[in-house]
């Protein structure tokens, strides 16, 4: 599944590429690409022709569309959201990636599951088709198309009425450590009132947002923990470096564009990421520790995998799996 990072690249392909930019046409090409939008696809495609694109929104792993009715100030919303936004998929430790700020409040949201082979990508309208294409959007500039591919058809995309700043499908998200809102002390108090392994509550969307297993192995290799290190047993301190260390390897993968193990995670330009040649633990296991040179290791965890150095992250004495 895209982790924050990779849907961070999606979300800025986005904003680049469709807002400010007013919907001519919907096309649904499978059903169930819009099976999340209870109403079906015809429903799902009138609500959509002629609005307006306001902004790319992200709320840890989740990414939806803006939407407004009124598409009068078409230029002046896309001069001022393009200007805000760096030039390259890459963003320095400490710059805000979620929430772009706005000069209106949108009414509604168009939202993006990208599942396990989601892409959403912004080419020319005279590209063929994509063997997998399920939804295409065109616009009335006649510029380039919005498609949304999905080989596995995990993924999907729906309406969420008056969801412009925060859609009620993802309000139980919790912030992520990029957002400049994440609150910091708080999430400490929480995760050491836990009674679990470090890895579950990093995983856990409605305590801290955006991580999944790629980058909760990273980092915890990183900060030197173990994953199933009781969360009671934590300091503060333990806590805070933990929280550091997901920032940077999060700013870490952004600047190489996400990771990228297949052809199916690609940026909205169908470009792949590079931060898989960075990994230090994740799916290095039988090579040596970048660190200490003991050998790598992975565990069966939550129907998934955990990776980590037997040296650098001692197991603790009464584990929580």
Wanted: net charge positive.
């Amino acid at each position: 599944m895209p982790e924050l990072p990779e849907v961070e690249v999606v979300r800025r392909g986005l904003q680049h590429g469709v807002v400010g930019r007013i919907i001519a046409s919907v096309e649904v090409c499978h059903p169930r690409a819009v099976r999340r939008h209870a109403a079906g696809a015809g429903n799902f495609s009138a609500l959509l022709v002629g609005r307006q694109v306001t902004a790319a929104k992200r709320r840890g792993k989740y990414l939806w569309l803006a939407l407004r009715a009124d598409p009068a100030a078409t230029p002046a919303v896309a001069a001022s959201a393009r200007a805000a936004e760096p030039q390259s998929t890459s963003a320095p430790a400490g710059l805000p990636v979620s929430d772009p700020a706005l000069p209106s409040a949108p009414d509604d949201a168009l939202i993006a599951h990208l599942g396990m082979s989601g892409q959403l990508l912004v080419v020319p309208s005279t590209s063929p088709d994509q063997k997998h294409l399920r939804i295409r959007f065109t616009f009335l500039d006649g510029g380039r198309e919005l498609r949304f591919v999905d080989q596995r058809t995990f993924g999907g995309l729906a309406v969420a009425i008056g969801g412009g700043e925060l859609p009620e499908p993802v309000a139980h998200i919790a912030r992520d450590p990029l957002d400049p809102a994440f609150d910091e002390d708080l999430v400490v108090r929480r995760l050491r009132g836990r009674r679990t392994g470090v890895k579950r509550a990093l995983l856990d969307q409605t305590l801290v947002s955006g991580v999944g297993n790629i980058y909760a192995d990273e980092a915890l290799w990183a900060a030197r923990l173990h994953y199933a290190r009781p969360t009671e047993t934590l300091t503060r301190s333990e806590v805070r470096r933990l929280l550091d260390c997901v920032r940077t390897v999060m700013v870490a993968a952004l600047d190489a564009g996400g990771t990228s193990f297949d052809k199916l995670y690609v940026s909205t330009e169908g470009v792949s990421g590079l931060f898989e040649r960075s990994l230090e633990v994740y799916g290095r296991a039988g090579l040596p520790c970048g660190r200490c040179g003991d050998t790598i290791r992975r565990d069966a965890f939550m129907n998934r995998s955990s990776f980590t150095c037997p040296t650098c992250q001692r197991s603790p004495r009464r584990p929580r799996w």
